[in-house]
């Protein structure tokens, strides 16, 4: 079946490091893919997506690109801050069921001054 | 003015217990959903209602009920509550079809 998989967390950084979350996926079809932040107390929100192949989605200074041949959307920042700290998750939506996502792990990332 | 509101915020019972949680969404979105995070953050799909018609139901124990009266509206209803149904459970609100979806702030819920 169509899964999600996320590295491990939790990553620390220092403010204004590089980040990179990993995030490879297994599906049929073409689906599209999501980058979902949930804040402590909070419920998810959606950072960013990409439909198709080759698609980059930005949002706050996050980016992931689509990549079909390698099955990942990794998202980067350049320069974290401390106001990143939260729990990422990436998620696809299948498609023959668009309705339905289906998500990674989640990634906590914890940014110190 | 909140988008997806769920009540209540925190649920503690015992185990054997029946217990509601509700769920509205003032966006005018036609789909809902109801996702299960657990211990370790991993968000699990349970339901999903498109203008009050059951579409997603993820091999969820029949104890589990959901009620949609109307298509802002996605209540849970959970009979004879199991040490295992705790978590946090998400209430969330989309267009369908690739849109975003809108997530409430979550009920965590405690059996004991």
């Known amino acids: 079946g169509n899964s999600v998989t996320q590295m491990e967390g939790p990553v620390t950084l220092s403010e204004e490091a590089f980040l990179t979350i990993n995030c490879t996926y297994t599906?049929?079809?073409?689906?599209?893919l999501f980058w979902y932040v949930q804040y402590p107390g909070e419920g998810l929100q959606l950072l960013l997506k990409a439909t198709k192949a080759d698609d980059k989605g930005s949002n706050k200074g996050f980016e992931a690109t689509y990549r079909k041949e390698t099955t990942s959307f990794h998202l980067e920042k350049g320069s974290v801050q401390v106001s990143d700290s939260a729990v990422y998750f990436c998620a696809l939506s299948e498609s023959y069921n668009t309705d339905k996502l289906i998500f990674g792990t989640g990634t906590r990332l914890q940014v110190f001054p | 003015d909140t988008a997806v509101s769920q009540t209540p915020k925190y649920l503690v019972t015992q185990m054997g217990n029946d217990k509601s949680i509700k769920c509205e969404q003032n966006l005018g979105h036609d789909t809902m959903y109801w996702y299960k995070q657990d211990s370790k953050k991993f968000l699990k799909i349970m339901f999903s209602?498109?203008?009050?018609?059951?579409?997603i139901n993820e091999t969820v124990p029949n104890r589990f009920s959901p009620k949609s009266p109307d298509k802002a509206h996605l209540n849970l209803h959970i009979n004879s509550l199991e040490l295992g149904d705790s978590a946090v459970y998400f209430c969330?609100?989309?267009?369908?079809?690739?849109?975003?979806?809108?997530f409430g702030n979550g009920t965590r819920l405690t059996v004991t």
């Open positions: 599906a049929t079809g073409y689906p599209s």
């Open positions: 209602y498109n203008n009050k018609e059951l579409i």
């Open positions: 969330a609100s989309s267009m369908g079809r690739d849109s975003p979806l809108h």
